[in-house]
């Protein structure tokens, strides 16, 4: 009697998982569906989208400016999404230091506020910032090279 007992509600309780699985398994199906098919087409249309869509929220002559007057270092990475440019250590003519540095692009604006660079240089095996001064000189190198792309003006060597 006990052991029927025990059958029946074990029985109860997984017909209640099946139900819970089901409605579960259901949502789920939902959800999946409802993020392929935002406009038609699938979850991978998102990562093979056309370049001509995508919109930068970064100035691209700014962005483009930075890696030019930067290009003497080791470029580690670019992110134009976040408008983030991080270069590696690299010597700059006539000094005996590495120095890396990290450029932020963050606006869509060709102005000054929309740059912010950060200068460092190796000193016992750690990264110290340099000073102010250099980063400044940096910024109004990346902001004079964007200019000139503005206007057509290659002086490239």
């Known amino acids: 009697m006990i052991l029927g007992v025990l059958l029946t509600a074990l029985a109860a309780c997984s017909s209640e998982n099946e139900a819970e699985r089901t409605a579960a398994t259901e949502l789920q199906r939902q959800q999946v569906d409802a993020v392929q098919r935002p406009s038609g087409g699938t979850i991978w249309d998102l990562f093979n989208r056309p370049d001509e869509n995508v919109d930068f929220a970064v100035n691209k002559y700014l962005w483009t400016a930075a890696l030019d007057v930067l290009s003497f270092l080791p470029l580690e990475g670019a992110d134009p ?22 450029v932020y692009v963050t606006s869509p604006a060709l102005e000054a506020r929309s740059l912010r660079v950060a200068v460092f240089r190796q000193s016992g095996g750690r990264a110290v910032a340099v000073s102010d001064a250099v980063a400044e000189q940096i910024e109004d190198a990346i902001l004079t090279r964007a200019r000139q792309l503005r206007v057509g003006v290659d002086n490239r060597r």
Request: charged content about 5%.
């Open 81 to 102: 999404f976040s408008g983030i440019i991080t270069t590696g250590w690299g010597g700059v003519a006539g000094a005996s230091v590495p120095y890396r540095a990290t």
